[in-house]
């Protein structure tokens, strides 16, 4: 069974930085876009980054976050530079995944990770 699990969130300064992986497993295929989407608590969530034929970021973040992925270890990265109070969220991964579950591309989530940045 595929499975998206986020690691790397936790508390950290204004100013400071954090790096989030998401790592897939499971009978893979392969993996097409992956995303990262963030939830602040009271407020939709909403998409930070992509990374598939192209990258993209939210303009909030942009100059500010990396997103990068190891294709040979299923891991997606967001380096989290310059963090402010309003990054404060919970950061889901999702990825467009073709596996033994199911051959044709299907949306996969991520439990999340808190991030909190507060001094």
């Known amino acids: 069974q595929v499975q998206l699990v986020e690691s790397g969130g936790g508390l950290v300064q204004p100013g400071g930085s954090l790096r989030l992986s998401c790592a897939a497993s499971?009978?893979?295929?392969?993996?097409?876009?992956m995303c990262w989407y963030r939830q602040a608590p009271g407020k939709e969530r909403e998409l930070v980054a992509c990374?598939?034929?192209?990258?993209s970021y939210a303009d909030s973040v942009k100059g500010r976050f990396t997103i990068s992925r190891d294709n040979a270890k299923n891991t997606m990265y967001l380096q989290m530079n310059s963090l402010k109070p309003e990054d404060t969220a919970v950061y889901y991964c999702?990825?467009?995944?073709?596996?033994?579950?199911?051959?044709?591309?299907?949306?996969?989530w991520g439990q999340g990770t808190q991030v909190i940045v507060s001094s």
């Open positions: 999702t990825a467009q995944i073709s596996s033994a579950d199911s051959f044709y591309l299907k949306n996969y």
């Open positions: 499971g009978s893979i295929f392969s993996i097409n876009a």
């Open positions: 990374i598939g034929d192209i990258t």
